[in-house]
């Protein structure tokens, strides 16, 4: 395992950044063990409901975590607002980086991670290969 840290500037997009430095890192399979910093927007999607709800104001990022592929991610996060009110769901596309964002992604340099369909869930799900095709 190799650790990684990564920090996003304002105006980032959490999700993409994270994916766009898996490929920038030459990865194939990476953890998002912790993230924080905070949000102008969060886009979560919230169990059993197919879109993401959409929040905005000043927000924490409490919790991050999920994995990487090459053909996408799975993160969960939680966000505070500026009340203290706390949601959390799985990260979608266009949750931007407020002020900072401060990640460690642990890059799994002996496996290839993939998201491919699961007849039994009817998501894309989590393939976990090494590299010798195990």
């Known amino acids: 395992m190799q650790a990684h840290p990564l920090r996003l500037s304002p105006g980032d997009d959490l999700r993409a950044s994270i994916e766009q430095a898996l ?12 993230g924080i910093g905070s949000l102008d927007v969060a886009q979560l999607r919230f169990a059993g409901v197919d879109a993401p709800t959409e929040l905005r104001g000043d927000l924490e990022i409490l919790t991050l975590a999920g994995s990487v ?55 894309d799900e989590l393939v976990i290969r090494t590299n010798d095709g195990r």
């Open 23 to 34: 490929r920038r890192l030459g990865a194939h399979a990476a953890f998002v063990l912790q």
């Open 69 to 123: 592929s090459p053909n996408g991610a799975h993160l969960h996060m939680s966000v505070s607002d500026a009340r203290g009110h706390v949601s959390g769901g799985h990260v979608a596309r266009g949750c931007i980086v407020r002020t900072t964002a401060e990640l460690l992604l642990a890059l799994l340099p002996e496996h290839r991670f993939a998201r491919e369909p699961d007849a039994r869930t009817g998501f």
